[in-house]
Protein backbone atom coordinates (compact mmCIF):
# COMPACT_ATOMS: atom_id res chain seq x y z
CA UNK A 1 0.00 0.00 0.00
CA UNK A 2 1.23 3.39 -0.80
CA UNK A 3 0.73 6.68 1.25
CA UNK A 4 -2.25 8.61 0.05
CA UNK A 5 -0.90 11.63 -1.35
CA UNK A 6 -1.70 14.99 0.27
CA UNK A 7 -2.17 18.46 -1.13
CA UNK A 8 0.68 20.88 -1.29
CA UNK A 9 1.08 22.54 2.34
CA UNK A 10 -0.62 25.89 2.59
CA UNK A 11 -2.67 24.81 -0.35
CA UNK A 12 -6.40 24.03 0.40
CA UNK A 13 -9.16 22.65 -0.81
CA UNK A 14 -12.73 24.31 -1.13
CA UNK A 15 -14.76 21.29 -0.58
CA UNK A 16 -18.38 21.20 -1.81
CA UNK A 17 -19.69 21.75 2.38
CA UNK A 18 -17.98 25.42 1.95
CA UNK A 19 -18.38 26.58 -1.85
CA UNK A 20 -21.90 27.81 -0.72
CA UNK A 21 -20.21 30.90 0.82
CA UNK A 22 -17.64 31.43 -1.55
CA UNK A 23 -20.25 31.32 -4.10
CA UNK A 24 -22.31 34.00 -2.13
CA UNK A 25 -18.41 36.32 -1.73
CA UNK A 26 -18.23 36.36 -5.26
CA UNK A 27 -21.84 37.15 -6.33
CA UNK A 28 -21.79 40.27 -3.93
CA UNK A 29 -18.87 41.12 -5.95
CA UNK A 30 -19.89 40.88 -9.21
CA UNK A 31 -23.13 42.91 -8.35
CA UNK A 32 -20.89 45.71 -6.52
CA UNK A 33 -18.71 45.74 -9.62
CA UNK A 34 -21.37 45.74 -12.26
CA UNK A 35 -23.05 48.96 -10.18
CA UNK A 36 -19.73 50.52 -10.73
CA UNK A 37 -19.23 50.05 -14.33
CA UNK A 38 -16.36 47.27 -13.86
CA UNK A 39 -15.80 44.89 -16.34
CA UNK A 40 -14.41 41.36 -15.30
CA UNK A 41 -10.44 40.40 -16.53
CA UNK A 42 -9.31 36.80 -16.39
CA UNK A 43 -5.42 36.60 -16.65
CA UNK A 44 -3.39 33.69 -16.66
CA UNK A 45 -1.98 32.32 -13.30
CA UNK A 46 1.37 31.95 -14.61
CA UNK A 47 3.40 35.14 -16.19
CA UNK A 48 6.69 35.69 -16.70
CA UNK A 49 9.02 36.20 -14.25
CA UNK A 50 10.34 39.56 -15.53
CA UNK A 51 6.61 41.23 -15.02
CA UNK A 52 6.53 40.62 -10.98
CA UNK A 53 10.20 41.83 -10.41
CA UNK A 54 10.09 44.36 -12.70
CA UNK A 55 6.05 45.08 -11.90
CA UNK A 56 6.14 44.42 -8.12
CA UNK A 57 9.60 45.56 -7.30
CA UNK A 58 13.08 43.58 -6.29
CA UNK A 59 13.27 44.83 -2.92
CA UNK A 60 9.80 44.05 -1.81
CA UNK A 61 8.71 40.73 0.66
CA UNK A 62 6.80 39.26 -2.39
CA UNK A 63 9.94 39.00 -4.99
CA UNK A 64 12.10 38.76 -2.47
CA UNK A 65 11.13 35.84 -0.94
CA UNK A 66 7.92 34.71 -1.61
CA UNK A 67 7.23 33.75 -5.15
CA UNK A 68 6.74 30.22 -6.69
CA UNK A 69 9.37 30.88 -9.53
CA UNK A 70 10.58 28.09 -12.07
CA UNK A 71 11.92 27.25 -15.32
CA UNK A 72 9.53 25.82 -17.75
CA UNK A 73 10.93 23.14 -20.24
CA UNK A 74 12.55 25.14 -22.40
CA UNK A 75 14.27 26.98 -19.19
CA UNK A 76 12.23 30.32 -19.46
CA UNK A 77 11.66 31.62 -15.84
CA UNK A 78 7.76 31.73 -15.09
CA UNK A 79 6.58 32.47 -12.42
CA UNK A 80 2.80 31.92 -10.42
CA UNK A 81 0.74 34.89 -10.10
CA UNK A 82 1.49 36.62 -6.46
CA UNK A 83 -0.77 39.26 -7.55
CA UNK A 84 -2.30 40.49 -9.99
CA UNK A 85 -1.85 44.39 -10.52
CA UNK A 86 1.07 43.63 -12.40
CA UNK A 87 -0.97 40.83 -14.94
CA UNK A 88 -3.81 42.92 -15.35
CA UNK A 89 -1.13 46.17 -16.50
CA UNK A 90 0.06 43.33 -18.65
CA UNK A 91 -2.57 42.38 -20.31
CA UNK A 92 -3.82 45.81 -20.34
CA UNK A 93 -1.12 47.13 -22.53
CA UNK A 94 -1.08 43.96 -24.62
CA UNK A 95 -4.79 44.52 -25.17
CA UNK A 96 -4.73 47.94 -26.03
CA UNK A 97 -6.93 48.56 -23.00
CA UNK A 98 -5.48 52.01 -22.24
CA UNK A 99 -6.80 53.96 -25.12
CA UNK A 100 -5.34 57.28 -24.55
CA UNK A 101 -8.02 59.91 -22.75
CA UNK A 102 -9.96 56.93 -22.07
CA UNK A 103 -11.06 55.70 -19.05
CA UNK A 104 -10.98 51.63 -18.31
CA UNK A 105 -12.65 50.29 -14.84
CA UNK A 106 -11.71 46.82 -15.03
CA UNK A 107 -12.36 43.80 -12.03
CA UNK A 108 -10.72 40.51 -11.48
CA UNK A 109 -11.17 37.61 -8.63
CA UNK A 110 -8.68 34.46 -8.52
CA UNK A 111 -6.21 32.82 -6.76
CA UNK A 112 -3.00 34.11 -5.95
CA UNK A 113 0.39 31.87 -5.21
CA UNK A 114 3.04 33.44 -2.13
CA UNK A 115 5.93 31.27 -0.40
CA UNK A 116 4.94 32.12 3.10
CA UNK A 117 4.51 30.79 6.06
CA UNK A 118 1.28 28.91 6.14
CA UNK A 119 -0.29 30.26 9.47
CA UNK A 120 -4.25 31.32 9.89
CA UNK A 121 -4.95 34.39 7.86
CA UNK A 122 -1.81 33.01 5.39
CA UNK A 123 -1.50 30.61 2.72
CA UNK A 124 0.37 30.11 0.09
CA UNK A 125 -2.79 29.52 -2.20
CA UNK A 126 -4.91 32.11 -1.52
CA UNK A 127 -7.99 34.13 -3.61
CA UNK A 128 -7.67 37.74 -3.71
CA UNK A 129 -10.56 40.16 -6.14
CA UNK A 130 -9.54 43.64 -7.26
CA UNK A 131 -10.27 46.32 -8.67
CA UNK A 132 -8.16 48.52 -11.07
CA UNK A 133 -9.14 51.44 -13.20
CA UNK A 134 -6.52 53.20 -15.79
CA UNK A 135 -6.86 56.69 -16.89
CA UNK A 136 -7.75 58.91 -14.04
CA UNK A 137 -5.33 61.14 -12.37
CA UNK A 138 -7.97 63.08 -10.21
CA UNK A 139 -8.45 61.73 -6.56
CA UNK A 140 -11.84 61.11 -7.47
CA UNK A 141 -10.94 57.88 -8.73
CA UNK A 142 -9.06 56.99 -5.58
CA UNK A 143 -12.31 57.33 -3.49
CA UNK A 144 -14.83 55.68 -6.57
CA UNK A 145 -12.79 52.86 -5.48
CA UNK A 146 -12.67 52.69 -1.99
CA UNK A 147 -16.10 53.76 -1.73
CA UNK A 148 -16.90 50.64 -3.66
CA UNK A 149 -14.97 48.76 -1.47
CA UNK A 150 -17.17 50.19 1.61
CA UNK A 151 -20.37 49.07 -0.50
CA UNK A 152 -19.04 45.47 -0.41
CA UNK A 153 -18.22 45.44 3.24
CA UNK A 154 -21.82 47.21 3.73
CA UNK A 155 -23.92 44.29 1.38
CA UNK A 156 -21.62 41.86 3.37
CA UNK A 157 -22.69 43.15 6.64
CA UNK A 158 -19.42 43.85 8.11
CA UNK A 159 -19.45 47.75 7.58
CA UNK A 160 -18.97 47.83 11.89
CA UNK A 161 -15.90 45.34 11.78
CA UNK A 162 -13.45 47.15 9.12
CA UNK A 163 -11.42 50.46 9.24
CA UNK A 164 -9.79 52.23 6.69
CA UNK A 165 -6.21 54.04 7.09
CA UNK A 166 -5.09 55.84 4.30
CA UNK A 167 -1.48 57.92 3.40
CA UNK A 168 -0.34 59.69 0.82
CA UNK A 169 3.42 58.75 -0.33
CA UNK A 170 2.99 61.83 -2.84
CA UNK A 171 5.31 61.74 -6.28
CA UNK A 172 8.41 59.74 -6.89
CA UNK A 173 10.58 63.11 -6.82
CA UNK A 174 8.96 63.77 -3.53
CA UNK A 175 9.83 60.33 -2.10
CA UNK A 176 13.28 60.43 -3.12
CA UNK A 177 14.11 63.10 -1.35
CA UNK A 178 12.29 61.72 1.78
CA UNK A 179 14.10 58.52 0.71
CA UNK A 180 17.30 60.32 1.15
CA UNK A 181 16.02 62.33 4.44
CA UNK A 182 14.93 58.59 5.80
CA UNK A 183 18.12 56.96 5.17
CA UNK A 184 20.39 59.77 6.87
CA UNK A 185 17.97 59.59 10.23
CA UNK A 186 18.04 55.67 10.36
CA UNK A 187 22.42 55.66 9.52
CA UNK A 188 22.43 57.92 13.17
CA UNK A 189 20.31 55.12 14.73
CA UNK A 190 22.26 52.02 13.11
CA UNK A 191 22.56 50.38 16.39
CA UNK A 192 18.24 50.50 16.76
CA UNK A 193 17.68 49.07 13.79
CA UNK A 194 16.80 45.07 13.58
CA UNK A 195 17.63 42.66 10.90
CA UNK A 196 15.06 43.07 8.43
CA UNK A 197 15.76 46.96 8.67
CA UNK A 198 19.14 46.86 8.08
CA UNK A 199 18.88 44.87 4.88
CA UNK A 200 16.10 47.11 4.04
CA UNK A 201 18.16 50.42 4.58
CA UNK A 202 19.40 50.51 0.93
CA UNK A 203 17.01 48.53 -0.58
CA UNK A 204 13.71 49.78 0.63
CA UNK A 205 13.93 52.73 3.71
CA UNK A 206 10.22 53.11 3.75
CA UNK A 207 9.15 50.23 4.71
CA UNK A 208 11.37 50.03 7.48
CA UNK A 209 8.25 52.19 8.84
CA UNK A 210 5.94 49.56 8.05
CA UNK A 211 7.56 47.24 10.41
CA UNK A 212 5.95 45.18 13.26
CA UNK A 213 8.58 44.70 15.46
CA UNK A 214 7.76 46.38 18.71
CA UNK A 215 11.40 47.23 19.37
CA UNK A 216 11.44 49.42 16.04
CA UNK A 217 8.36 51.37 16.98
CA UNK A 218 10.03 54.49 18.94
CA UNK A 219 12.64 54.79 16.45
CA UNK A 220 9.70 54.89 13.76
CA UNK A 221 7.68 57.06 15.84
CA UNK A 222 10.44 59.71 15.46
CA UNK A 223 11.49 59.43 11.99
CA UNK A 224 11.01 62.58 9.90
CA UNK A 225 7.29 62.17 8.60
CA UNK A 226 6.77 61.74 4.59
CA UNK A 227 3.97 64.64 5.27
CA UNK A 228 6.45 67.21 5.69
CA UNK A 229 8.14 67.03 2.56
CA UNK A 230 5.23 66.73 -0.12
CA UNK A 231 4.85 69.80 -2.46
CA UNK A 232 1.34 72.16 -2.69
CA UNK A 233 0.17 69.15 -5.42
CA UNK A 234 0.48 66.33 -3.82
CA UNK A 235 -1.07 67.92 -0.24
CA UNK A 236 -3.82 69.04 -2.35
CA UNK A 237 -4.70 65.44 -3.83
CA UNK A 238 -4.42 64.12 -0.81
CA UNK A 239 -7.11 67.56 1.12
CA UNK A 240 -9.50 66.50 -1.73
CA UNK A 241 -9.31 62.83 -1.88
CA UNK A 242 -10.29 62.88 1.81
CA UNK A 243 -13.27 65.77 1.20
CA UNK A 244 -14.63 63.67 -1.54
CA UNK A 245 -14.49 60.87 0.85
CA UNK A 246 -16.38 62.71 3.53
CA UNK A 247 -18.68 63.77 1.07
CA UNK A 248 -19.53 60.32 0.53
CA UNK A 249 -19.97 59.10 4.22
CA UNK A 250 -16.44 57.73 4.50
CA UNK A 251 -14.36 59.18 7.23
CA UNK A 252 -10.91 57.43 7.29
CA UNK A 253 -7.83 57.24 10.07
CA UNK A 254 -5.14 59.13 8.29
CA UNK A 255 -1.93 56.67 9.28
CA UNK A 256 1.59 58.30 8.16
CA UNK A 257 3.22 55.23 8.35
CA UNK A 258 1.59 53.09 6.04
CA UNK A 259 3.43 52.62 3.12
CA UNK A 260 2.17 49.16 2.12
CA UNK A 261 4.30 46.93 0.40
CA UNK A 262 4.91 47.04 -2.99
CA UNK A 263 7.29 49.51 -4.40
CA UNK A 264 5.25 51.31 -7.18
CA UNK A 265 2.49 53.32 -5.60
CA UNK A 266 2.52 57.16 -5.54
CA UNK A 267 0.11 59.37 -3.95
CA UNK A 268 -3.20 57.61 -2.12
CA UNK A 269 -2.45 54.14 -0.43
CA UNK A 270 -4.96 52.68 1.87
CA UNK A 271 -5.42 49.68 3.86
CA UNK A 272 -8.59 48.22 5.06
CA UNK A 273 -8.48 45.91 8.58
CA UNK A 274 -10.27 44.48 10.88
CA UNK A 275 -10.06 43.41 14.80
CA UNK A 276 -11.82 40.17 14.43
CA UNK A 277 -8.69 38.27 12.89
CA UNK A 278 -5.97 38.37 14.93
CA UNK A 279 -2.33 39.27 13.70
CA UNK A 280 -3.24 38.69 10.12
CA UNK A 281 -5.59 41.92 9.93
CA UNK A 282 -5.39 42.93 6.31
CA UNK A 283 -8.40 42.88 4.49
CA UNK A 284 -7.71 44.86 1.34
CA UNK A 285 -5.03 47.30 0.89
CA UNK A 286 -4.54 49.26 -2.40
CA UNK A 287 -3.18 52.80 -4.18
CA UNK A 288 -2.13 54.61 -6.90
CA UNK A 289 0.09 53.50 -8.71
CA UNK A 290 0.82 55.90 -11.80
CA UNK A 291 4.87 54.59 -12.36
CA UNK A 292 3.80 50.77 -13.18
CA UNK A 293 2.75 51.56 -16.36
CA UNK A 294 5.75 53.25 -17.87
CA UNK A 295 8.07 50.69 -15.46
CA UNK A 296 6.13 47.69 -17.59
CA UNK A 297 6.70 49.40 -21.51
CA UNK A 298 3.52 51.57 -22.15
CA UNK A 299 3.05 55.27 -21.88
CA UNK A 300 2.69 57.13 -19.07
CA UNK A 301 -1.01 56.60 -17.88
CA UNK A 302 -2.48 56.92 -14.18
CA UNK A 303 -3.37 53.76 -12.47
CA UNK A 304 -5.19 52.85 -8.77
CA UNK A 305 -6.41 49.88 -7.44
CA UNK A 306 -6.80 47.69 -4.65
CA UNK A 307 -7.34 43.89 -3.44
CA UNK A 308 -8.92 41.92 -1.07
CA UNK A 309 -8.39 38.50 0.41
CA UNK A 310 -11.56 36.48 -0.19
CA UNK A 311 -10.34 33.92 2.76
CA UNK A 312 -9.76 36.92 5.43
CA UNK A 313 -13.00 38.36 4.36
CA UNK A 314 -14.93 34.71 4.15
CA UNK A 315 -13.26 34.47 8.20
CA UNK A 316 -14.85 38.04 9.06
CA UNK A 317 -18.01 36.93 8.06
CA UNK A 318 -17.74 33.63 10.07
CA UNK A 319 -17.52 35.32 13.28
CA UNK A 320 -20.86 37.44 12.88
CA UNK A 321 -23.82 36.28 14.34
CA UNK A 322 -26.22 37.10 11.19
CA UNK A 323 -26.55 33.76 8.50
CA UNK A 324 -26.47 35.97 5.13
CA UNK A 325 -25.21 33.27 2.68
CA UNK A 326 -28.79 31.81 0.99
CA UNK A 327 -29.82 28.23 1.27
CA UNK A 328 -28.30 25.74 -0.87
CA UNK A 329 -30.29 22.67 -0.13
CA UNK A 330 -32.47 21.17 -2.61
CA UNK A 331 -35.87 22.08 -2.62
CA UNK A 332 -36.85 18.38 -3.50
CA UNK A 333 -35.71 14.76 -2.70
CA UNK A 334 -37.48 12.30 -5.26
CA UNK A 335 -38.36 9.26 -3.60
CA UNK A 336 -38.92 6.22 -5.74
CA UNK A 337 -40.86 2.23 -5.01
CA UNK A 338 -38.83 0.52 -7.06
CA UNK A 339 -36.43 0.31 -10.55
CA UNK A 340 -39.59 0.78 -12.50
CA UNK A 341 -40.85 3.58 -10.46
CA UNK A 342 -37.07 5.11 -10.53
CA UNK A 343 -37.06 4.68 -14.44
CA UNK A 344 -40.32 6.77 -14.59
CA UNK A 345 -38.78 8.90 -12.38
CA UNK A 346 -35.93 9.92 -13.69
CA UNK A 347 -37.98 11.51 -16.86
CA UNK A 348 -39.81 13.23 -14.56
CA UNK A 349 -37.32 14.57 -12.99
CA UNK A 350 -36.25 16.37 -16.44
CA UNK A 351 -39.70 17.52 -17.47
CA UNK A 352 -39.88 18.79 -14.02
CA UNK A 353 -36.56 20.64 -14.43
CA UNK A 354 -37.52 22.21 -18.06
CA UNK A 355 -40.78 23.33 -16.03
CA UNK A 356 -38.87 25.07 -13.16
CA UNK A 357 -35.73 26.59 -14.46
CA UNK A 358 -34.76 27.35 -10.57
CA UNK A 359 -36.01 24.11 -9.49
CA UNK A 360 -33.10 22.31 -7.06
CA UNK A 361 -34.53 18.30 -7.24
CA UNK A 362 -32.13 15.54 -6.09
CA UNK A 363 -32.81 12.25 -7.51
CA UNK A 364 -32.31 9.31 -5.14
CA UNK A 365 -29.75 7.21 -6.56
CA UNK A 366 -28.70 4.14 -4.91
CA UNK A 367 -31.58 1.17 -4.26
CA UNK A 368 -33.40 1.08 -1.01
CA UNK A 369 -36.49 1.09 0.89
CA UNK A 370 -38.50 3.71 1.32
CA UNK A 371 -37.57 4.24 4.91
CA UNK A 372 -33.80 4.71 3.60
CA UNK A 373 -34.85 7.06 1.06
CA UNK A 374 -36.81 9.36 3.34
CA UNK A 375 -33.14 9.56 5.29
CA UNK A 376 -31.32 10.23 2.44
CA UNK A 377 -33.96 12.80 1.90
CA UNK A 378 -33.46 14.11 5.32
CA UNK A 379 -29.50 14.37 5.06
CA UNK A 380 -29.65 16.38 2.20
CA UNK A 381 -31.53 18.95 4.01
CA UNK A 382 -33.92 18.94 1.01
CA UNK A 383 -37.26 20.54 2.11
CA UNK A 384 -39.71 18.23 0.50
CA UNK A 385 -39.53 14.66 -0.26
CA UNK A 386 -41.56 14.07 -3.76
CA UNK A 387 -42.41 10.36 -3.56
CA UNK A 388 -43.53 8.10 -6.44
CA UNK A 389 -44.41 5.17 -4.81
CA UNK A 390 -46.66 2.39 -6.39
CA UNK A 391 -50.00 3.97 -6.03
CA UNK A 392 -48.98 7.09 -7.01
CA UNK A 393 -47.60 5.91 -10.28
CA UNK A 394 -50.44 3.74 -10.97
CA UNK A 395 -52.80 6.67 -10.38
CA UNK A 396 -50.38 9.68 -12.14
CA UNK A 397 -50.00 10.96 -9.21
CA UNK A 398 -47.21 12.36 -6.67
CA UNK A 399 -46.79 12.81 -3.27
CA UNK A 400 -45.10 15.94 -1.92
CA UNK A 401 -44.11 15.42 1.93
CA UNK A 402 -42.65 18.04 4.09
CA UNK A 403 -39.46 17.22 5.57
CA UNK A 404 -38.62 20.48 7.15
CA UNK A 405 -41.71 20.69 9.30
CA UNK A 406 -45.26 18.75 10.46
CA UNK A 407 -47.23 21.02 7.61
CA UNK A 408 -47.41 16.85 6.21
CA UNK A 409 -47.93 15.53 3.46
CA UNK A 410 -50.04 15.78 -0.51
CA UNK A 411 -51.41 14.20 -2.97
CA UNK A 412 -50.97 16.07 -6.17
CA UNK A 413 -52.03 15.12 -9.66
CA UNK A 414 -49.35 15.00 -12.11
CA UNK A 415 -50.84 17.75 -14.38
CA UNK A 416 -51.13 19.93 -11.51
CA UNK A 417 -47.64 19.29 -10.22
CA UNK A 418 -45.81 22.46 -11.47
CA UNK A 419 -48.77 25.06 -10.51
CA UNK A 420 -48.29 23.39 -7.07
CA UNK A 421 -44.40 23.09 -6.58
CA UNK A 422 -44.33 26.51 -8.41
CA UNK A 423 -46.85 28.00 -5.46
CA UNK A 424 -45.23 25.79 -2.74
CA UNK A 425 -41.11 26.99 -3.42
CA UNK A 426 -42.13 30.32 -4.32
CA UNK A 427 -40.47 29.78 -7.45
CA UNK A 428 -40.79 32.00 -10.82
P1 LIG B 1 -0.03 41.09 4.75
O1 LIG B 1 0.37 42.36 5.41
O2 LIG B 1 -1.09 40.35 5.50
O3 LIG B 1 1.13 40.23 4.34
P2 LIG B 1 -0.03 42.11 2.07
O4 LIG B 1 0.32 43.54 2.22
O5 LIG B 1 1.04 41.15 1.66
O6 LIG B 1 -0.77 41.55 3.39
P3 LIG B 1 -1.51 42.56 -0.35
O7 LIG B 1 -0.39 42.19 -1.21
O8 LIG B 1 -1.92 43.97 -0.22
O9 LIG B 1 -1.27 41.95 1.10
O10 LIG B 1 -2.80 41.69 -0.73
C1 LIG B 1 -4.13 42.14 -0.49
C2 LIG B 1 -4.86 41.23 0.48
O11 LIG B 1 -4.65 39.86 0.16
C3 LIG B 1 -4.40 41.35 1.91
O12 LIG B 1 -4.99 42.45 2.52
C4 LIG B 1 -4.88 40.05 2.51
O13 LIG B 1 -6.26 40.13 2.85
C5 LIG B 1 -4.73 39.08 1.38
N1 LIG B 1 -3.51 38.25 1.51
C6 LIG B 1 -2.24 38.61 1.23
N2 LIG B 1 -1.40 37.58 1.44
C7 LIG B 1 -2.17 36.53 1.84
C8 LIG B 1 -1.90 35.16 2.19
N3 LIG B 1 -0.67 34.65 2.14
N4 LIG B 1 -2.95 34.38 2.55
C9 LIG B 1 -4.19 34.86 2.61
N5 LIG B 1 -4.52 36.14 2.27
C10 LIG B 1 -3.53 36.97 1.89
MG1 LIG C 1 2.35 39.93 2.69
Known amino acids: MSDKIQSVRGMHDILPADSARWQYLESVVREAMDSYGYAEIRTPLIEKTGLFSRGIGEATDIVEK ?16 PENTAGCVRAALQHGLMAPAGVSRIWYAGPMFRYERPQQGRTRQFHQVGAEVYGVNGPSIEAELIALSARLWKRLGIDANVVLEINTLGTSEERAAYRDQLVAYFNDHLQTLDDDSQRRLHSNPLRILDSKNPAMQE ?8 SESLGQESREHFARLQEILAGCGIVPNVNPRLVRGLDYYSHSVWEWSTDLLGAQSAVCGGGRYDGLVVELGGKPCPAVGWALGMERLLAVLDQLPQQLVPDSHPHLYFVVADDVAAAVAQKEAEWLRDALPGLKLVQNAMPGSIKAQFKRADKSGARFALVLGEDEYRSRAFTVKSLRDDSGQQTVQRDELVAYLKKTLLLD
Request: hydrophobic share 30%; charged share 35%.
Open 66 to 81: EMYTFPDRKGESLTLR
Open 219 to 226: LNDHAPKL
